[in-house]
């Protein structure tokens, strides 16, 4: 016979799952953005999205551009490579969420000077013509605007070009 503990934090995962929906949102497919993502969609029913190839697991891969509905929201899928082959940004009006490919400031690590080029034009080509108003909510670090990044993030400035 098998047995499972079952924690009443388990339960309260659960009815918000039921609830209201879940889905999980992968901008690339290092450990520190994917640890424990098997056990969770195992437990709950969630839906996951992640660029192709990134996360095997995720049960939605994307390319770029698709809109994601959850509930009354629209994200948008941004293509975002670089830091990883296939690493994705999200949008919604006011906010992008953009994982390791833009931090305050900085920009994720890349792994050649050709995977830094592909991010920074992707950065530019796919951000920077985001608002300048738009808040950007890296996965590390302080939370910034596209404007200041635009403007100031030493690794993308002396790539504009509008």
Same mark, same amino acid.
């Given at each position: 016979?098998?047995?499972?503990?079952?924690?009443?934090?388990?339960?309260?995962?659960?009815?918000?799952?039921?609830?209201?929906? @879940?889905?999980?949102?992968?901008?690339?497919?290092?450990?520190?953005?994917?640890?424990?993502?098997?056990?969770?969609?195992?437990?709950?029913?969630?839906?996951?999205?992640?660029?192709?190839?990134?996360?095997?697991?995720?049960?939605?891969?994307?390319?770029?551009?698709?809109?994601?509905?959850?509930?009354?929201?629209?994200?948008?899928?941004?293509?975002?490579?670089?830091?990883?082959?296939?690493?994705?940004?999200?949008?919604?009006?006011?906010?992008?969420?953009?994982?390791?490919?833009?931090? @305050?400031?900085?920009?994720?690590?890349?792994?050649?000077?050709?995977?830094?080029? @592909?991010?920074?034009?992707?950065?530019?080509?796919?951000?920077?013509?985001?608002?300048?108003?738009?808040?950007?909510?890296?996965?590390?670090?302080?939370?910034?605007?596209?404007?200041?990044?635009?403007?100031?993030?030493?690794? @993308?400035?002396?790539?504009?070009?509008?």
């Amino acid at each position: 016979m098998s047995f499972e503990f079952v924690s009443y934090f388990d339960i309260r995962i659960s009815n918000l799952v039921a609830a209201k929906g @879940c889905a999980m949102y992968f901008k690339h497919g290092h450990w520190d953005h994917t640890e424990g993502m098997q056990e969770f969609s195992r437990r709950y029913p969630v839906k996951s999205y992640a660029g192709e190839g990134e996360v095997h697991s995720a049960n939605n891969m994307l390319q770029g551009s698709e809109i994601i509905e959850v509930g009354s929201l629209q994200f948008k899928a941004l293509s975002t490579p670089g830091h990883t082959l296939h690493g994705m940004s999200y949008y919604i009006p006011g906010g992008v969420f953009t994982g390791d490919a833009l931090f @305050c400031g900085s920009v994720g690590g890349t792994n050649s000077s050709k995977a830094a080029q @592909c991010q920074t034009e992707h950065i530019r080509k796919h951000i920077f013509t985001l608002p300048d108003e738009t808040l950007v909510f890296p996965a590390h670090g302080p939370m910034t605007t596209v404007g200041i990044e635009k403007y100031t993030n030493p690794f @993308c400035r002396n790539t504009l070009v509008f």
